[in-house]
T-cell receptor, first 109, second 115 residues
């Protein structure tokens, strides 16, 4: 079966750095997405990785290792508004998105 | 601005009373998706349309149906809502094909309450 694993919840301090991990087992791979979802709102796109390595976009970076079936989202200089759920999703061989359950990130002052 | 619009944002219905949720898009994307998302869970794909081709997920209950009369609009019909159907319903679009990132653009969602 297809599976996306990510931690259920993480806590970090304002101004700090946090890394949210995602491991996946899917039938085929056509890229990995990270989405941010604030409570009661729709997911919004953060990043897309299809090749191994690190993609940096401002305070957010995303890393992919296809051989390990592993990705992480790195958030720097955390702000209170970063409190949200972060969803990892993999595009499988049928170009369908397989979603993780999300990691709820709690930022403390 | 090009966008995905869902109406209404909040819908309350009674147990067993049919309800229709709507989605429209100005992005001219050829693929539209309906997801159901319950609290602290991953979005669950119910259906998707690739142009006019309808794709039903194997585990989507018969109680859920969808219509896409044209490129811009898509509807989700719940024929006899049960208490377990209370959830956020998300509409998304993409320009899916055999290449490209296939990023999905989401509407704001409709939160359905069943009384």
């Amino acid at each position: 079966g297809q599976n996306i694993d990510q931690p259920t919840e993480m806590t970090a301090t304002e101004g700090a750095i946090v890394q949210i991990n995602c491991t996946y087992q899917t039938s085929g791979f056509n890229g990995l997405f990270w989405y941010q979802q604030h409570a009661g709102e729709a997911p919004t796109f953060l990043s897309y990785n299809v090749l191994d390595g690190l993609e940096e976009k401002g305070r957010f970076s995303s890393f992919l290792s296809r051989s390990k079936g592993y990705s992480y989202l790195l958030l720097k200089e955390l702000q209170m508004k970063d409190s949200a759920s972060y969803l990892c999703a993999v595009l499988d061989s049928n170009y369908q998105l397989i979603w993780g359950a999300g990691t709820k990130l709690i930022i403390k002052p | 601005d090009a966008m995905v619009i869902q109406n209404p944002r909040y819908q309350v219905t009674q147990f067993g009373k049919p309800v229709t949720l709507s989605c429209s898009q100005t992005l001219n994307h050829n693929v539209m998706y309906w997801y159901q998302q319950k609290s602290s869970q991953a979005p669950k794909l119910l259906f998707h349309y690739y142009d006019k081709d309808f794709n039903n997920e194997a585990d989507t209950p018969d109680n859920f149906q969808s219509r896409r009369p044209n490129t811009s609009f898509c509807f989700l019909d719940i024929r006899s809502p049960g208490l377990g159907d209370a959830a956020m319903y998300l509409c998304a679009t993409s320009t899916a094909g055999l290449a490209g990132a296939n990023e999905q653009f989401f509407g704001p969602g409709t939160r359905l309450t069943v009384l």
